[in-house]
């Protein structure tokens, strides 16, 4: 398997832009989480999808985010419009199951680095 | 709010000895807790977990032990080698274990 598959690997873009950024689950995979990385806040849940349902997304920070999961294969973290307080690292990760279970291990892509200017 | 700690933020070690990273927790109903690896310009990986009904867990070089009365749980890496260096990070379950709230992470430093 290839893994979780996450593009772009780097998006640099100004203030007041749209960014997108994509996520490819492993097949199979019912959880689907989006983090952000920063070295002052740390790893930080942003939103989460069980078998493509959004279930808690209370880690958005504000109204400029959303996620969409349209298929078990495919989801996107949309910011509109962007902001420099935004730039971090942003990963998609995958699980087989929830954490309460066995098989709930989240699998990382490599992360999306956005720069905001 | 629930929160983990995690100390220390940097630990640098001679090759071939004993690295340990310790982590506290807030929420008593917390009873998972996984330990991440994250290499430069990777995503977190798994190395080790281990759930509330057992208070010790091995894998080769590394292990993890857990103290639910004191809420406190422990990476231990034996005889450390380069390809130890990395950023670790702690974890622990919340929301009905079905999220994971994150220590602030470890930069292992691993002198030859």
């Known amino acids: 398997d290839a893994g979780v598959i996450q593009s772009p690997r780097h998006e640099v873009t100004e203030m007041g832009q749209e960014v997108t950024l994509r996520c490819k689950p492993i097949?199979?995979?019912?959880?689907l989480f989006w983090y952000r990385q920063t070295m002052m806040r740390g790893l930080e849940l942003l939103i989460y999808?069980?078998?493509?349902?959004?279930?808690?997304d209370s880690g958005m920070p504000e109204d400029r985010f959303s996620a969409k999961m349209p298929n078990a294969s495919f989801s996107t973290l949309k910011i509109q419009p962007s902001e420099p307080r935004d730039s971090a690292v942003y990963f998609c990760?995958?699980?087989?199951?929830?954490?309460?279970?066995?098989?709930?291990?989240?699998?990382f892509g490599e992360g999306s680095r956005l720069t905001v200017l | 709010g629930e929160n983990v700690e995690q100390h220390p933020s940097t630990l640098s070690v001679q090759e071939g000895d004993s690295a340990v990273i310790k982590c506290t927790y807030s929420?008593?109903?917390?009873?998972?807790f996984p330990w991440y690896k994250q290499e430069l310009g990777k995503g977190p990986q798994l190395i080790i977990d281990?759930?509330?009904n057992v208070g010790e867990k091995k894998d080769q070089r590394i292990a993890v032990t857990l103290n639910k009365t004191a809420k406190h749980f422990s990476l231990h890496i034996t005889e450390t080698q380069p390809e130890d260096s990395a950023v670790y990070f702690c974890?622990?379950?919340?929301?009905?274990?079905?999220?994971?709230?994150w220590g602030a992470g470890t930069k292992l430093i691993i002198k030859p």
């Open positions: 990760a995958s699980s087989l199951a929830g954490l309460a279970e066995p098989t709930g291990e989240l699998f």
């Open positions: 097949s199979g995979h019912d959880y």
């Open positions: 974890a622990a379950s919340w929301k009905s274990n079905y999220q994971l709230i």
């Open positions: 281990i759930r509330s």
């Open positions: 999808f069980n078998n493509n349902v959004p279930i808690d």
């Open positions: 929420d008593s109903a917390s009873n998972y």
